[in-house]
């Protein structure tokens, strides 16, 4: 499909009705975003979905974000990051995007029974973590031993027991980068061997602080009384023979779900769903106009400060871009 970048001046009677700059999403790379185009006098939209400040508000304390030399929790990190958003002129508005019109101009986002005008949108809706449904994972995700990041919590739990679920390359990264921290790294796979690549199972599987138990799957996450994880009780899916593993930390590292079922099929995603930048930059899409920032399209890093320089580089661009087709 084509798409022209039409002049903004065709539509300029419409101004009073048609956006600058919509943000969707309000984790570090929406919020960013936003700062960026307020300071710029963009006036910019953002629509906030159902979790308003994505996931790092589950994290109770971020301790790698630059200028907290003590940490700061997750929740306050987007707080300041919201209300410096709100101090240049920025609007926030609580919907939900359910699909989209980026075929001419202004892009249309539909949002149930209305519909938002733009000239252009930055998409920042994050990614959610697959999670394995077991009982207890709900209750103590976020601060209380279940996590899906053992680059931002993984220190929390120096010399402690700890599990990771999976076997691709992700779980077997998770598995390598705690044993820096904790004394012994359970890493549960429902397989006999791991999915990950040679090189990367091969590390993990002979790590003197790695033990693999094989054809497991969780059954229970334990210490839902107590407030945190006690234990990971696991299943052998060939002797249904159960075991509880005395892990105080959970890292469960099956996957993600880009958010970015509502924008398909007019953004460009790839095999698994996450947008595809366009070849010299990381946040253009194919659409002129329409940029990613976030967890949406970063399934590499998918850190806080990674995303909130997507976010920069995404409002920048939105800025040059509206400058250009005399926005």
């Avoid at 040679?198 to 790695?210: F, G, L, P």
Wanted: glycine share 10%; aromatic share 8%.
């Amino acid at each position: 499909m084509c798409y022209v970048a039409a002049d903004i001046s065709l539509y300029r009677t419409m101004s009073s009705t048609v956006e600058n700059v919509v943000i969707i999403g309000t984790g570090c790379a929406g919020l960013t975003a936003a700062i960026y185009t307020a300071r710029a006098s963009l006036n910019p939209l953002v629509l906030e979905g159902p979790q308003p400040g994505g996931q790092l508000t589950t994290t109770s304390e971020v301790e790698n974000f630059p200028g907290f030399p003590h940490g700061v929790d997750g929740f306050q990190l987007t707080q300041n990051m919201r209300e410096q958003a709100t101090r240049f002129g920025t609007r926030f508005e609580q919907a939900l995007v359910t699909s989209v019109d980026f075929t001419s101009m202004p892009r249309k986002l539909v949002l149930g029974d209305r519909t938002i005008l733009a000239k252009t949108v930055i998409i920042a809706t994050g990614a959610s973590p697959r999670m394995t449904g077991i009982p207890g994972e709900k209750e103590l995700f976020g601060g209380k031993g279940v996590t899906t990041c053992a680059t931002c919590d993984g220190a929390f739990y120096r010399k402690m027991e700890v599990a990771v679920i999976g076997g691709g390359d992700s779980a077997a990264e998770e598995a390598l980068f705690l044993t820096r921290f904790a004394s012994k790294v359970y890493l549960v796979h429902r397989r006999d061997s791991l999915r990950a690549s040679k090189i990367m199972s091969d590390r993990a599987t002979t790590h003197e602080k790695i033990e693999l138990v094989w054809d497991a799957v969780p059954v229970e996450v334990q210490g839902v009384a107590e407030g945190s994880v006690s234990g990971l009780k696991v299943k052998n899916v060939k002797s249904g023979a159960e075991r509880v593993l005395p892990v105080k930390g959970i890292f469960v590292a099956i996957g993600h779900i880009p958010n970015s079922q509502a924008f398909t099929p007019a953004i460009d995603v790839d095999e698994n769903g996450y947008f595809k930048a366009q070849p010299g930059s990381q946040v253009r899409t194919n659409v002129p106009g329409v940029y990613v920032a976030g967890d949406c399209s970063d399934h590499v890093y998918r850190q806080a400060i990674t995303a909130a320089g997507m976010g920069c580089q995404a409002a920048i661009e939105a800025e040059r871009w509206l400058a250009e087709h005399g926005g």
